[in-house]
Structures are given as C-alpha cells and as structure tokens.
C-alpha cells in the first residue's frame, strides 16, 4: 500500500472514493461536507437523504455523482469533548468503517480528509497519528493507495511526520 500526502481540494482528486467528514444527518454542512455536496450536486443531498443518517465512529457510502470519484464514503467523527469521552477510539472506528467499505467496494485509490479537525475540534496531531495509524494496521486489506487530503501547511506537516514513523 502506499501512503501519500497532498495539499489539494479533495472533491477535485483522480480517485476511486473520497471520504466526507459528514454530520450526523449526512444532509451537508460547512467545511469539506459542504464543499463534497456542492461539488457532486444535489443528487447527492437526495441520495442521502435514504440513508437515514450516520452514528458516530461508523460510515456509509454513495455514489460520487458529479465528482471525479466514483465513490463517497461519508463518516460521522467525535467533537473533541477533552478526548475522555471516547474520542480515540470513535475517531479510529472512522478510518476503520472507512477502509472497510473501501475494501468491500473494491476501491483502490482512497481519499481521505483530516476527519474532526475542523468545527468538531479533535486536535490535528493526535488526529493524523490515528489516520496514519489506522490506515497502516489495514494495509493487508486497504486500498493500494492512501492519499491524506489536507486543508492548509500545519496538517500536511503534521501527516508527513506521523508517516515518518511508518516502517
């Protein structure tokens, strides 16, 4: 499996599937929701208005509609409540619902964002360390390729070193 970091709009990315950073409603909402359900079209607000949501730590998925993916997989992640509240553990479940549909759908070219780290405030580098982590412990079963999709300079630096520990 290899591992790739980019600073780019994932919505625009040559892959198989993107991951959404959904709300619980997977209705849309701000940052890269939002930007995932602008770029596809309101096929997929319809789509998933039959999903009847998402519960925290697991993910659904949805055709790609009018984005370059085929795919969207669409997870619910913790806000960041101090990280006593199960926060590690839901936000690995994410990755891991994730590379599970991926794997089951055949996807070999993933995308993913920094799930959490927006509005819902789980801290940058505790979330690319479970990224990174996750996505290693699956590479028997992940997707061939791994991209990390990042916002701005701090999360890409901080993906680069919780890869640099990968061996």
């Known amino acids: 499996m290899k ?3 980019t600073r780019q709009d994932i919505t625009t990315l ?9 709300n619980a409603t997977l209705l ?4 890269v929701d939002g930007a995932i359900h602008r ?13 009847g949501g998402c ?14 993916a085929q795919y969207v997989i669409h997870t619910v992640g913790p806000i960041w409540q101090g990280g006593d509240a199960s926060e590690p553990t839901l936000l690995a479940n994410c990755y891991r619902a994730c590379l599970q549909l ?11 964002p920094a799930i959490s780290t927006g509005v819902y405030g789980y801290p940058k580098a505790l979330a690319c ?8 412990a699956w590479s ?11 916002f701005d300079d701090e999360t890409e630096s901080l993906y680069l070193s919780a890869m640099s520990d990968v061996p």
Do not use: M, W
């Open 3 to 5: 591992f790739s970091v």
């Open 14 to 22: 040559d892959v198989d599937a993107i991951v959404n950073a959904a």
């Open 39 to 51: 770029a596809a079209g309101p096929k997929l607000l319809e789509y998933c208005r039959s999903l």
């Open 140 to 150: 028997a079963q992940a997707p061939a390729e791994v991209i990390f999709s990042c």
């Open 55 to 68: 519960e925290v730590g697991h993910a659904k998925i949805s055709p790609g509609f009018s984005l370059r």
């Open 102 to 112: 991926a794997s089951q759908t055949e996807v070999k070219r993933l995308a993913f």
């Open 129 to 136: 360390r479970t990224a990174v982590d996750e996505v290693t």
């Open 28 to 31: 849309g909402g701000g940052g």
